[in-house]
T-cell receptor, first 112, second 113 residues
Framework: SQQGEEDPQALSIQEGENATMNCSYKTSINNLQWYRQNSGRGLVHLIL?????REKHSGRLRVTLDTSKKSSSLLITASRAADTASYFC????????????FGIGTKLQVIP | ETGVTQSPTHLIKTRGQQVTLRCSSQ?????VSWYQQALGQGPQFIFQ???????GRGNFPPRFSGLQFPNYSSELNVNALELDDSALYLC????????????FGPGTRLTVT
């Protein structure tokens, strides 16, 4: 079963605009991560935020985490055509043997 | 690019057949996890191997089985293939208990006809 749900499921923006994707999850976590996937290939790790952190930056990426609402957001600033991909949030520490649980993803299209 | 490799890249099998997928871990990593990703969905955890033994399993039937070898490479075996097994199969390597730092391979696309 999927732990998280990304919102929106699809997003289309113009190059240079900002893209915001949201993720909600159900159980307590240790860490939350965001991954990118190009054209149904392997996942690339973007950024990790720990449960005791509220915000983290990496280049053009900004991630926030609100554990009280069980939600996270990923902001990509000044988007580029190369950012076109699917983005997934993943959580760990939910207990049991599920290890890492992924959401269903947001498909981002950046139009040149 | 990560140091995780998978083979083959693509595979077409017939319902009822058996398939073996292979994964080589990132150098130094001792844990391998396998995921199934159906079209339009997020990856679903199948199982994890550590010290050549299964160390956790998701909601997948016993016809999904695996092996881990002393060099930490791994195989995923699926028996009695069903049409719904068509998916991208991803392996990821990590250090034990540090799944939040796992590195993914490029995946094997399995089509069952």
């Amino acid at each position: 079963s999927q732990q998280g749900e990304e919102d929106p499921q699809a997003l289309s923006i113009q190059e240079g605009e900002n893209a915001t994707m949201n993720c909600s999850y159900k159980t307590s976590i240790n860490n939350l991560q965001w991954y990118r996937q190009n054209s149904g290939r392997g996942l690339v790790h973007l950024i990790l935020i720990r449960s005791n952190e509220r915000e983290k930056h990496s280049g053009r990426l900004r991630v926030t985490l609100d554990t009280s609402k069980k939600s996270s957001s990923l902001l990509i600033t000044a988007s580029r055509a190369a950012d076109t991909a699917s983005y997934f949030c993943a959580t760990d520490g939910g207990g049991g043997y599920q290890k890492v649980t992924f959401g269903i993803g947001t498909k981002l299209q950046v139009i040149p | 690019e990560t140091g995780v490799t998978q083979s083959p890249t693509h595979l077409i099998k017939t319902r009822g057949q058996q398939v073996t997928l292979r994964c080589s871990s990132q150098s130094g990593h001792n844990t391998v996890s396998w995921y199934q990703q159906a079209l339009g969905q997020g990856p679903q955890f199948i199982f994890q191997y550590y010290r050549e033994e299964e160390n956790g399993r998701g909601n997948f039937p016993p016809r999904f089985s695996g092996l881990q070898f002393p060099n930490y490479s791994s195989e995923l075996n699926v028996n009695a293939l069903e049409l719904d097994d068509s998916a991208l199969y991803l392996c990821a390597s990590s250090f034990f208990d540090r799944e939040y730092e796992q590195y993914f391979g490029p995946g094997t696309r399995l089509t069952v006809t």
